[in-house]
């Protein structure tokens, strides 16, 4: 078989695998899970899909009524911005990554008119389905492009298999690929690695310099940061004074060429600008209005490299090696080494520099995914020149690092990697973790980084001796006490033993006036133990005096939510 027939095949695979993943998180060919991959920033780089071509009569967003009432559930206009008077949107998001999205887009709808109109409303299944759809492609469209620019720097295959697998396995691209798909990152990552390929063969044919204008443009209004990556142009020649000829040629000899590359490039822009006014009134090029670069004094590069919250290296472990990589490049190929270098460490400031360096809720750092076919150049030449016992200790890196990054997101998913609430204690207490207890919305109900200095014991209560629980004794042990504002904590404390992974017994605290509950909250103590079938200490702190005095009764009632369940020399002590 052909060599391009065998990386064809790898890159299907990859994508086919993602495509699995969608549908079990989705449900786009399966009953639906009640996920979304249109949510959070994702709602408006999707929103002038429906705004342009399904409801062009509706300017303003007016259809977001009509959409709220038959997905109430859902909050598909989350991130619109919404104007003075409240009746109007204007969309502050970059129209890339719907030009992206459109043509599978457009074609569902035209498929939805035909079988299915009453559901041609821009929202149902159907259309999601279809960003999906556009998410793969851009995925495969981006390693393909990167297959055809390593072979163009004469890397060896086993070097770019095992690339191809760290970007694919190992970093967010996985889950902003499969999960995310609403988002620009895949969009950006599958148009940055074609403009490299493109750029490259320019460099060795001097064709193309059209398509790479418009790609440039492309990939601005994707994200305009990303316009940092045409510095790495002069990088992909032999060196300076080739690229300075080639430069030097297009003004003497080829201005024509030249002239349509810069026609090509101002496509996308006043496509964006045409959008921005009709949104806001305004031909600027800007729309972020009062976020931006607040940062660049003090950039957090540190924590978005670094930090146990989305770092960039803590979350794909397997692409450390683009470090030790990036000075093996320098020794072997200078120019190229120390151009990569440079624009990688100005791209990094720029993401640093964000008013927001966390960027939100998500899954690592993703603003890098885009940058992640720059830092493939380096890893991709350490992979191929190494000596053999260096490519076998790489190889073996790459597969832990794939591992640990495949772990992260069963986590993320099953809520035990929280979106965006992560310190130092979190991870590593939670570290490699699957169990359902585990969820971080059972441990942020638990205040356990809240407990406070030591005061005065004012009483205390035997809740339990022994006691346990299974599918014949499904006791709840309830304890009631007249509400006393001036207490300042309860702690509970005792011992535990759980059987089985989804066990995460909880204390109820209720507080109640005029026998009603006014009050409810749960603590849930499963998450703290590490081991099953062991019994294992566990405590609680609750601070019912930071809720309203006018309660005149409180419960703390224990729940078991999974059989069995043994709790031993349970105290709930009043400080």
């Known amino acids: 078989m052909k060599k391009k027939n065998w990386y064809f095949l790898l890159i299907l695979s990859i994508c086919l695998l993602f495509g699995y993943q969608t549908d079990r998180q989705m449900g786009f060919l399966s009953s639906d899970k009640g996920n979304d991959n249109v949510t959070a920033d994702g709602t408006g780089y999707y929103a002038y899909l429906p705004q342009y071509l399904i409801y062009p009569d509706q300017d303003q967003f007016e259809f977001e009524r ?37 043509p599978f887009y457009a074609t569902t709808h035209f498929l939805m008119k035909v079988f299915n109109s009453a559901e041609a409303d821009g929202y ?79 460099g060795l044919q ?36 080739a690229f300075r000829t080639r430069i030097l040629s297009l003004f003497q000899e080829k201005v024509q060429i030249l002239v349509r590359s810069f026609v090509a490039f101002g496509i996308p822009i006043v496509l964006q600008m045409l959008v921005t006014y009709h949104q806001t009134g305004s031909f600027s090029i800007y729309t972020y209005q009062k976020e931006g670069f607040s940062n660049w004094l003090h950039p957090e590069i540190f924590n978005v490299l670094f930090s146990y919250n989305k770092g960039f290296f803590i979350y794909a472990p397997a692409v450390l090696l683009v470090i030790p990589a990036s000075f093996y490049l320098i020794a072997k190929k200078r120019f190229l080494g120390v151009g990569l270098l440079t624009v990688s460490v100005l791209f990094v400031y720029l993401v640093s520099s964000w008013w927001c360096w966390d960027y939100g809720g998500g899954l690592g750092m993703r603003p890098l995914i885009e940058a992640l076919p720059l830092f493939t150049i380096p890893i991709a030449y350490l992979l191929s020149e190494s000596q053999r016992i260096f490519k076998w200790f790489f190889a073996l890196w790459a597969v832990g690092g794939i591992i640990i990054f495949q772990t992260y997101q069963l986590q993320y998913k099953r809520h035990i990697l929280h979106y965006e609430g992560v310190n130092k204690t979190l991870f590593w207490e939670y570290f490699m973790e699957l169990d359902d207890r585990f969820a971080w919305g059972m441990v942020l109900k638990d205040d356990r980084d809240n407990t406070p200095k030591r005061k005065q014991l004012r009483s205390s209560v035997e809740f339990v001796k022994r006691m346990e629980f299974n599918q014949e004794n499904q006791y709840e042990l309830t304890h009631y006490m007249p509400f006393d504002s001036t207490i300042t904590y309860y702690h509970l404390q005792g011992k535990v033993a759980i059987f089985a992974q989804n066990s995460n017994p909880r204390l ?24 099953l079938e062991k019994t294992l200490p566990f405590d609680l702190v609750i601070y019912p005096g930071l809720y309203q005095s006018s309660y005149d009764s409180i419960s703390m009632q224990i729940v078991p939510n999974a059989f069995p369940t043994r709790l031993t020399d349970v105290r709930l002590e009043l400080y």
């Not at 895949?186 to 490299?196: M, R, T």
């Not at 790495?232 to 004074?241: A, G, V």
């Not at 009050?519 to 998450?527: P, S, V």
């Open 66 to 102: 009509q959409i709220h009432q038959k997905y109430p559930e859902k909050n598909y206009f989350l991130m619109l911005d919404r104007a003075p008077d409240g009746q109007k949107f204007r969309n502050k998001f970059y129209i890339g990554t719907a030009i992206c999205q459109f």
């Open 124 to 202: 149902s299944k159907p259309y999601r389905a279809s960003i999906a759809l556009s998410a793969l492609l851009f995925l495969f469209l981006g390693l393909w492009s990167l297959v055809q620019f390593l072979q163009l720097l004469k890397i060896n295959d086993f070097a770019i298999v095992l690339t191809l697998l760290i970007l694919a396995l190992g970093t967010n691209l996985n889950y902003y690929s499969a999960i995310l798909s609403s988002y620009s990152h895949v969009y950006s990552f599958g148009v940055v690695s074609l403009w490299l390929f493109l750029a490259k063969k320019w």
């Open 206 to 241: 001097n064709k193309g310099l059209t398509w790479l204008g418009f790609l440039l443009g492309m990939i601005f209004i994707l994200r305009p940061i990303n316009i940092v990556f045409v510095f790495i142009l002069p990088f992909l020649f032999e060196d300076f004074r």
């Open 508 to 531: 109820v605290m209720r507080l109640y006036q005029n026998d009603s509950i006014r009050f409810e909250k749960e603590y849930y103590f499963g998450a703290k133990l590490k081991h």
